[in-house]
């Protein structure tokens, strides 16, 4: 199984970029079997899937999302990335990164600790 | 709204059996996963491919499906089981991930 960490900034001010890193290791981010995805959890509420990066580089993501949300991976140093334009208050969130599982189980086997990003000036 | 539905809160006596369901047309189509998620952590898979049981997760975790109805079953549960419990599939048209809106754990 990976392991997933997450890093960046914890506070991003209102119509920035919010820009965050999965550091992967364990498995590299080209593993046919694994993609690589994005979940957060705004203060108090639900997990809400963001956007999933395939082992090949396509990315899939939430239509809520689409027009922000740009994700990308870097195989050199076997991490994967997430940039989130215009951002405001309704962003925050804890964010969390996770492998899915592809095969006929398709599901998130392992996750990263989760980061809290907080949008505010 | 999602297009999975779960029950906000469910509570059971310790030691007893509890199930959670969570609810929607593409669970017709695709397997289900359930993820536990203690206060503060990240979630952890408890069931995979609607009835598989990840490494390491207690035999009392267990799961089935029905139509368009999934269900966690948990037996003799045990205080360090409350948590809130998220179902996820794919979408109706299979193209993304969906969680459920989560359920709450509460051991009496």
């Known amino acids: 199984q990976p392991r997933l960490q997450e890093t960046g900034p914890g506070l991003v001010k209102p119509s920035e970029t919010l820009s965050l890193t999965c550091a992967v290791s364990g498995v590299s981010i080209s593993d046919r079997d694994n993609w690589w995805a994005w979940i957060r959890q705004a203060p108090g509420k639900g997990l809400e899937w963001l956007g999933t990066l395939s082992s090949g580089g396509a990315s899939t993501y939430s239509p809520s999302l689409r027009s922000r949300l740009f994700l990308f991976g870097d195989t050199s140093k076997n991490h994967f990335s997430l940039r989130l334009t215009s951002v405001t208050a309704a962003d925050t969130a804890v964010y969390f990164c996770?492998?899915?599982?592809?095969?006929?189980?398709?599901?998130?086997?392992?996750w990263g600790q989760g980061t809290l990003v907080t949008v505010s000036s | 709204s999602s297009e999975v539905t779960q029950d906000p809160a469910v509570s059971v006596p310790l030691g007893h059996t509890v199930s959670i369901t969570c609810q929607g047309d593409?669970?017709?189509?695709?397997?289900v996963s359930w993820y536990q998620q203690k206060s503060g952590q990240a979630p952890v898979p408890v069931v995979y491919a609607t009835h598989n049981r990840p490494s390491g997760i207690p035999r009392r975790f267990s799961g089935s499906t029905s139509g368009d109805t999934a269900t966690l079953f948990i037996t003799e549960v045990q205080a360090e089981d409350e948590a809130v419990y998220y179902c996820n599939c794919r979408d109706k048209s299979g193209s993304y991930p969906v969680f459920g809106g989560g359920t709450k754990l509460t051991v009496l």
């Open positions: 593409s669970l017709r189509r695709f397997s």
């Open positions: 996770a492998s899915l599982i592809i095969s006929s189980s398709y599901y998130f086997d392992s």
